[in-house]
């Protein structure tokens, strides 16, 4: 892979980077496609549109205005030259903003999604706390993120350490830090979220020919099956739990009423016989 590409956007570009957009756009679709409110946020990766399968009725697209530019690429590609104003072709309003420091109500969005965000982030901690802040109890979080116990991964420890003698690039983006599916959900379980589902994906080797990742496709469905947890991409679902807080059922449900029990009657010629 040339050394030129470094960046995520430039690298989503390529065969596999275009092969963990269809993987991860799917897996978005499922999960947010029948989680209800009124407000959701997707934050970070404008690339891939994370909330096109929820119903909600206002949804926002946050760049983080991070020292990896993110959003200041983003913006620069997404100007009409012509006009000099912004084409960005999703229904969702832009912010730039802090990851770390949303510019939103505490308990006021129904679901985040984080595609990637807390390993391009430099707080990723941060991130998690603003987002459990954000979060309306039995709010969700949906995340993405690289598997550093992966093909992928390898490929790419492998490329740090022979870079520093100019014999191999680096398979994936120079930007960003692996973070661990368990660690992440430590850091969730820290947070009082629970996580509802997980699921890894991407089993194919590192490869950058479209033509060689076509040939090992056959790893897709024997990874799920053999050694799932070493997909080179992680993908979990969780809920923020908030102690003594339960969701009350509408105030048009009526319970039924519970039949009376039938009251016993006396029998007047049965009551005289045994008198007698």
């Not at 756009?25 to 909330?51: C, K, S, T």
């Not at 009409?80 to 832009?94: D, E, F, K, M, V």
């Not at 006021?108 to 430099?122: A, I, Y």
């Amino acid at each position: 892979m040339s050394s030129q590409i470094i960046g995520l956007t430039d690298w989503l570009k390529t065969p596999p980077g275009a092969y963990l957009m269809r993987w991860e756009r799917a897996r978005f679709a499922e999960a947010v496609g029948n989680i209800f409110g009124y407000h959701a946020l997707q934050l970070g990766l404008p690339e891939l549109d994370a909330l096109e399968a929820n119903r909600m009725p206002h949804k926002w697209l946050a760049l983080a205005s991070s020292p990896l530019g993110a959003a200041q690429s983003f913006l620069s590609e997404s100007k009409n030259s012509a006009t000099g104003t912004l084409a960005i072709s999703s229904p969702r309003a832009a912010l730039v903003t802090d990851s770390g420091a949303l510019p939103f109500p505490e308990s006021s969005l129904d679901l985040v999604v984080l595609p990637h965000t807390l390993e391009l982030g430099g707080d990723p901690h941060a991130t998690l706390r603003e987002v459990a802040r954000v979060l309306v109890p039995e709010g969700r979080v949906v995340i993405s993120g690289l598997n550093p116990t992966s093909l992928w991964g390898l490929r790419q420890r492998r490329g740090h350490v022979f870079q520093r003698w100019g014999c191999e690039d680096l398979f994936l983006p120079r930007t960003g830090e692996f973070i661990g599916y368990w660690r992440l959900r430590d850091w969730l379980r820290l947070l009082n979220f629970e996580v509802e589902s997980g699921r890894f994906g991407c089993y194919r080797p590192a490869l950058v020919s479209q033509q060689w990742l076509d040939r090992f496709a056959w790893m897709d469905s024997a990874g799920e099956r053999w050694w799932p947890i070493f997909g080179a991409v992680y993908f979990l679902v969780a809920v923020k739990r908030v102690r003594g807080v339960r969701l009350l059922e509408p105030g048009w449900k009526a319970h039924k009423a519970t039949a009376a029990a039938p009251a016993a009657a006396a029998n007047k010629e049965s009551a005289t016989r045994n008198r007698r």
